[in-house]
């Protein structure tokens, strides 16, 4: 139906995460009505963070300019205790609640092998080199509760025990406001397995 640089912007925006070709071809007409300072400083933002962030050589986190991420740099975090997780956002997500501080270790993934993701697609063996030349303490398994998620936390739980350091995972349970009577019977019963004393 359209042709040249609009179908092909309608085409990008639709390979975006999330973005269906209707919503791809409702951006590319509003970036078409906006003014174009506006519409440059879309495309200038693209430009500089691909040309200026990279990931973290210790952790794989989101870095700028090639060093070391914010996290890392920072000497006030506890560095003996290493939050472990599958993807540079779930750090976002963790540090929001404002209870961990210590490091992270980015994995980029989890286990999938019906996609084709082993332990030699994530940085598995980055993470037991730290875990021997940093002196960390303790690794909290932070992947998603799901599948693959527990795939992964399993397998790193394996590989990390004979290291003598201490492995915890986060808990799973119900949340904030649920009702148990919507719960399902595994999430109520990790609920009841975790419980604590109060």
């Known amino acids: ?50 040309e200026r962030t990279t990931l973290c050589g210790r952790c794989f986190n989101v870095a700028e300019g090639g060093g070391l991420c914010g996290v890392c740099s920072d000497d006030r975090r506890d560095g003996a205790v290493v939050c472990v997780v599958e993807d540079p956002r779930d750090i976002v997500a963790v540090e929001r609640t404002q209870q961990f501080r210590g490091r992270y270790h980015v994995l980029q ?3 999938n092998p019906l996609e084709g993701v082993g332990p030699e697609q994530l940085r598995v063996k980055e993470l ?21 998620g527990e795939a992964t936390a399993m397998y790193l739980a394996r590989l990390l025990g004979p290291l003598g350091i201490r492995v915890t995972r986060i808990a799973s349970g119900l949340p904030v406001g649920g009702d148990l009577e919507y719960a399902d019977e595994l999430t109520l019963g990790r609920a009841i397995e975790g419980r604590r004393d109060l």
């Open 1 to 50: 139906m359209y042709t040249g640089p609009l179908r092909a912007l309608i085409d990008e925006l639709g390979r975006l995460p999330g973005v269906g070709p209707k919503s791809a071809q409702r951006i590319a007409f509003h970036l078409l009505k906006v003014p174009t300072e506006d519409a440059l400083r879309l495309s200038d933002a693209i430009v500089s963070v691909k």
């Open 128 to 148: 037991l080199e730290r875990v021997q030349e940093e002196g960390i303490k303790e690794v909290i398994l932070c992947t998603n509760p799901n599948l693959e």
């Open 109 to 111: 993934g989890a286990l």
